[in-house]
């Protein structure tokens, strides 16, 4: 069973710039999570979907970040413009259902902003 | 809302002896699940052992079990004859369940070290 896809694994760019990471969840997974981890510290919840609809978005900084899930299966994160402060990893997650089964992670994709 | 602490930020054992690393957590929560997630380098969280608040056994997965008290709200993992491959990031994590959000709360995490 394939896992949880991310692109790109690295990306460096300059502040004010922006940036778009892509997540393809596992096959059938209704509900996808991004994250953030900043060095140092556990992955925080930025936002959820369930299929195409967002579930939770309460620590997502909606002035810089967007998300979207269109057809309910890939996902896509946007950061415009980008701040030093928004270098992490951001993982996506996916899991079969909101109902407590186990949330599968990507590899992630690392930003550095310069 | 939740919140998980892990009060270990590096741990250090040699190879083959029996580490505990420490979570306690907190929620007005009745219904939940617990998990412990192994992070390498590579960054890639790799699911250790879950719980369920609901079971009062706990589990066991191969080395890894956990001490789960609910009413102390603590979860500890216990890893038996340590491995130099265990040598990773430890994070503790919480998730409601009963649908909704339910995004996972972690702990800040434990550096484990296994020596040679």
């Known amino acids: 069973e394939a896992g949880v896809a991310q692109s790109p694994r690295y990306k460096i760019i300059e502040k004010r710039q922006s940036v778009a990471f892509w997540c393809n969840p596992i096959?059938?997974?209704?509900?996808l999570y991004w994250y953030q981890q900043i060095l140092g510290q556990g992955p925080k919840l930025l936002i959820q979907?369930?299929?195409?609809?967002?579930?939770?978005d309460s620590q997502l900084p909606k002035d810089r970040f967007s998300a979207e899930r269109l057809k309910g299966v890939d996902s896509t994160l946007k950061i415009q413009p980008a701040k030093l402060e928004d270098s992490a990893v951001y993982l996506c997650a996916s899991s079969l259902d909101p109902f407590g089964n186990t949330i599968y992670f990507g590899e992630g994709s690392w930003l550095t902003v310069v | 809302a939740q919140t998980v602490t892990q009060s270990q930020p590096e741990m250090s054992v040699q190879e083959a002896e029996t580490v505990t690393l420490s979570c306690t957590y907190d929620t007005s929560e009745n219904n939940y699940y617990l998990f412990w997630y192994k992070q390498p380098p590579s960054r890639q969280m790799i699911l250790v052992i879950r719980q369920e608040a609901y079971k009062q056994q706990n589990a066991t997965e191969n080395r890894f079990s956990v001490n789960f008290q609910k009413a102390a709200k603590s979860f500890s993992l216990k890893i038996s004859d340590s491995q130099l491959g265990d040598t990773a990031m430890y994070f503790c994590?919480?998730?409601?369940?009963?649908?909704?959000?339910?995004?996972?709360?972690f702990g800040k995490g434990t550096h484990l070290i296994i020596q040679p």
């Open positions: 994590a919480f998730r409601a369940s009963g649908g909704g959000a339910d995004g996972l709360t």
């Open positions: 096959s059938g997974h209704a509900t």
């Open positions: 979907f369930q299929n195409n609809g967002v579930v939770d």
